[in-house]
């Protein structure tokens, strides 16, 4: 019986250690630059050889220059992940810029592997993410209207936005902790896959006529 308790701390600390690293996985040497030419496939990117490793391999420059949000939503999303500096291959780390024109939006999303930390650089923006389904079948908004140095958290895998609710341009930045968080826009997702998603299921699941289920269906179809 006395072995009983430390064995079970020692469980619960191992459980809770592998939870710590679910997502992208610990460097397990100094780097592992991203070899984009390599044809293995791999949870990842493939170590290209240390000897070879550049500053460019850790750089990326131009971050300060505006997006072009001249669009529908009036935003842009500059993303810097391990696509764009290799160097970053098992860091669990990426960024982005946000650019918005005046009540411009970064429409409801998710990223499937990433946490992200929020920093308004300029501007007023509206932000907020909706919980999952909680045990009263509600799912709760949890928004603020965000300034000039405000952060804010975005949890991992939960639909959130960022809305422009000032009359000039604003800016933020955004931290991930995966070196690819990946990204589910909603809209996009539901109503412009490809192929789409059969009209007799979105029309029950959104209570929809089917002549808008269709039109919604034209404006985020993969064409547009």
Do not use: W
Request: charge should be negative; charged fraction near 15%.
């Amino acid at each position: 019986m006395e072995m009983a308790a430390p064995l079970l701390v020692f469980v619960l600390l191992s459980l809770a250690s592998s939870l710590t690293f679910a997502f992208d996985p610990s460097p397990l040497q100094d780097f592992c630059v991203a070899d984009n030419k390599s044809p293995v496939f791999v949870n990842g990117e493939v170590c290209k050889d240390a000897n070879l490793a550049q500053a460019s391999d850790f750089f990326f420059p131009g971050l300060d220059i505006p997006g072009n949000t001249n669009n529908r939503i009036g935003s842009n999303v500059t993303l810097v992940n391990v696509l764009r500096i290799p160097g970053l291959n098992t860091l669990g780390v990426s960024i982005a810029r946000i650019d918005f024109a005046p009540y411009g939006l970064n429409s409801p999303h998710a990223h499937p592997r990433a946490s992200e930390i929020f920093v308004v650089q300029e501007g007023s923006l509206y932000a907020g993410f909706v919980t999952s389904n909680l045990a009263n079948g509600q799912n709760r908004l949890i928004s603020k209207i965000l300034n000039k140095g405000d952060v804010f958290v975005f949890p991992i895998g939960l639909i959130h936005f960022q809305f422009n609710v000032g009359k000039t341009d604003a800016v933020a930045i955004a931290h991930f902790n995966s070196q690819n968080p990946g990204i589910i826009t909603i809209a996009n997702a539901v109503f412009g896959s490809n192929p789409p998603i059969s009209d007799d299921v979105l029309t029950k699941a959104f209570d929809l006529d089917k002549k808008v289920v269709d039109f919604l269906q034209a404006q985020f179809g993969p064409n547009q």
